[in-house]
């Protein structure tokens, strides 16, 4: 059996749907996983870089959260990319690595938000 979804009907739904708050409700668990995989991931000598790790939600509107999530050390490009001066720097990504290849995870925490939510708000 074949089944056609028309993807303009479900964004009217979200759009008609869904206020800003809400998809910050959706948005916020997704950060917090993000977060939660640089800090698991990235080199720590100070802990400083670590500690520095936070979303930083620039807008949100009924259809879109833009939120910036990573450190805020003046040295974290040099750790996530290594330095050009010093060959024998070690690069040691943690920042890419926390949204490419951990996709799956962060859908899932995005699906369980949406889930929880629309049950709050239709259940």
């Known amino acids: 059996m074949t089944f056609k979804v028309d993807d303009r ?5 979200l759009n008609k749907g869904l206020t800003a708050g809400e998809m910050l409700s959706i948005e916020k668990p997704m950060g917090l996983t993000v977060v939660n995989k640089q800090r698991q991931d990235v080199p720590v000598d100070t802990a400083a870089t670590k500690n520095s790790i936070q979303p930083d939600i620039q807008s949100a509107t009924s259809l879109q959260v833009v939120d910036h999530v990573g450190p805020s050390t ?5 750790i996530e990319f290594g330095v050009t001066s010093k060959p024998n720097y070690p690069i040691q990504p943690f920042v890419r690595p926390s949204v490419n290849g951990y996709e799956n995870a962060i859908i899932r925490v995005a699906q369980a938000a949406f889930k929880k939510m629309i049950g709050q708000k239709y259940g």
Do not use: K, L, T
């Open 9 to 13: 009907e479900v964004i009217a739904f």
């Open 74 to 78: 003046d040295y974290a490009p040099s």
